[in-house]
């Protein structure tokens, strides 16, 4: 334990900074340091925290409740990609005029959209409905997406360059 001046001169000779750490503590902590070096060092793990972080955005695919079975099967891809990516998924589904005496057909167009997309996501909430319209969100399951990807791997496209190089083979083939 030192008095305060003491710690001011001790920084002073070693060229640092005296700061105090606890000013409510009794007696008060401070701690000798480079100051600038701390808040760089702060600074850069900051950015690199940000840096690493995941961004969940939702997308938001709209259907109804007369929704023909090709152009659902067709929004499903577009809601599988979206899951795999990371990111979730809001099913939003207007009901207009007369669709509205008959909420049934939309909430069973609901639970399709679920158990078509099981295998990549869970559902958050049951189908709630705002108004004339009827939403449901998803959100992927990292586990399920894993298994999902094992068994249906992407394929992995061949790079620009490698075609080239195949375009120049066949070229001299042909001489």
């Not at 008095?3 to 001011?8: L, S, Y």
């Not at 167009?109 to 158990?115: F, G, H, N, Q, S």
């Not at 705002?130 to 298994?147: N, R, S, T, Y």
Request: some cysteine; hydrophobic content about 35%; glycine content about 4%.
């Amino acid at each position: 334990m030192m008095t305060v001046p003491e710690g001011v001169r001790l920084a002073e000779e070693r060229g640092l900074d005296l700061i105090e750490i606890a000013p409510t503590a009794s007696p008060p902590t401070c701690k000798i340091m480079d100051y600038g070096k701390w808040k760089y060092e702060n600074k850069k793990k900051q950015v690199a925290a940000r840096k690493n972080q995941v961004i969940v955005q939702v997308k938001e695919i709209q259907i109804r409740p007369r929704t023909d079975q090709h152009d659902f099967e067709t929004k499903m891809k577009h809601a599988r990609r979206f899951l795999l990516d990371g990111d979730k998924v809001k099913v939003n589904m207007r009901f207009l005029g007369r669709e509205m005496a008959h909420q049934e057909l939309g909430m069973a167009l609901m639970a399709k959209v679920v158990e078509s997309l099981k295998d990549v996501g869970n559902s958050e909430a049951p189908p709630k409905m705002e108004g004339k319209q009827a939403f449901l969100i998803l959100a992927p399951d990292p586990v399920k997406v894993k298994e999902y990807l094992k068994l249906h791997p992407k394929p992995v496209a061949p790079s620009s360059r490698e075609e080239d190089e195949d375009d120049v083979d066949d070229i001299e083939d042909e001489d």
